[in-house]
């Protein structure tokens, strides 16, 4: 399977605190994506990066590429109640075809 | 950013019968879309691409003939289940691309299909 895999499975924090979730894939990518899914719903973009970059912000959100160790990590600071949910990261297989990975489950207790 | 709209949200149908579930592109038009299929707490995974105007590409392992794609449209994709069983109960749902340039996926808010 091309699927990447996501670390830890589950995150439980308190409301303030850093979370952070790691990203592995397999095969060599022009960029990766992060996506967030609260429980139920679909999903929510939240970050693209491509391979020259090495870190992208936005937000509260940081996230890292290291293409050398086919792996990424998204960084939430201050964490909030809000932001309990699963977190994908997604790269690309084929034109526009993304293959996402095993995902975080996050809870952030207030 | 660009609006994809999938319905029903939810749907309850009985083994045997038929289920059609949309995905529409709002406001850009998309030549491929994705359905993804995800059992509880579990990743999302692609079922198969939906060409405009083309037959749709199954990854391996899904029934063709079982989940039918039709794109007829630059905006519209539908994938219906057909002879819904109860392990066909599941959360469908589709992406797709502006095709701008930029790579970034837009999502349906996916459909809960649940097989009695």
């Known amino acids: 399977s091309q699927q990447g895999e996501e670390d830890p499975q589950a995150l439980s924090i308190q409301e303030g605190e850093n979370a952070t979730m790691n990203c592995s894939y397999k095969?060599?990518?022009?960029?990766l994506q992060w996506y967030r899914q609260n429980s139920g719903r679909g999903l929510v973009h939240l970050i693209l990066i491509r391979s020259n970059e090495r870190e992208k912000h936005s937000g509260r959100l940081r996230v890292t590429l290291d293409t050398s160790k086919k792996s990424s990590s998204l960084l939430i600071t201050a964490s909030r109640a809000a932001d309990t949910a699963s977190y994908f990261c997604?790269?690309?297989?084929?034109?526009?075809?993304?293959?996402f990975g095993t995902g975080t489950r996050l809870k952030v207790l207030a | 950013g660009a609006v994809v709209s999938q319905h029903p949200s939810r749907v309850i149908c009985k083994s045997g019968t038929s289920v059609k579930i949309e995905c529409r592109s709002l406001?850009?038009?998309?030549?491929?879309m994705f359905w993804y299929r995800q059992f509880p707490k579990q990743s999302l995974m692609l079922m198969a691409t939906s060409n405009e105007g083309s037959k749709a590409t199954y990854e391996q392992g899904v029934e063709k003939d079982k989940f039918l794609i039709n794109h007829a449209s630059l905006t519209l994709s539908t994938l219906t289940v057909t002879s819904a069983h109860p392990e066909d109960s599941s959360f469908y749902i589709c992406?797709?691309?502006?095709?701008?340039?930029?790579?970034?996926?837009?999502f349906g808010q996916g459909t809960r299909l649940t097989v009695v």
């Open positions: 997604a790269t690309p297989s084929g034109t526009y075809k993304y293959i």
């Open positions: 992406s797709a691309y502006p095709g701008t340039g930029d790579d970034e996926a837009f």
């Open positions: 095969t060599s990518i022009n960029n």
């Open positions: 406001d850009f038009q998309a030549t491929t």
